[in-house]
């Protein structure tokens, strides 16, 4: 019973990351801003760490099956 919130879990966060690391990727070769406003250097970073702790959460939900 309680690997049915561990899957919802690691799935919202694997998609999550998963679409935000495919955003940053396509934002950044046509030079447009991934956040409106804010530093592309910068904006494109923090997307990327946020991403990539999303990715880890989401394999770490994963493992607790």
Same mark, same amino acid.
């Given at each position: 019973? *309680?690997?049915?919130?561990?899957?919802?879990?690691?799935?919202?966060?694997?998609?999550?990351?998963?679409?935000?690391?495919?955003?940053?990727?396509?934002?950044?070769?046509?030079?447009?801003?991934?956040? *409106?406003?804010?530093?592309?250097?910068?904006?494109?970073?923090?997307?990327?760490?946020?991403?990539?702790?999303?990715?880890?959460?989401?394999?770490?939900?994963?493992?607790?099956?």
């Amino acid at each position: 019973m *309680e690997s049915g919130p561990a899957i919802f879990a690691g799935t919202v966060f694997a998609l999550f990351g998963a679409g935000l690391l495919i955003w940053t990727a396509t934002r950044l070769p046509r030079r447009r801003p991934v956040a *409106e406003g804010v530093s592309r250097i910068a904006s494109a970073a923090l997307a990327s760490l946020a991403a990539v702790a999303a990715l880890a959460a989401g394999a770490w939900c994963f493992t607790r099956l």
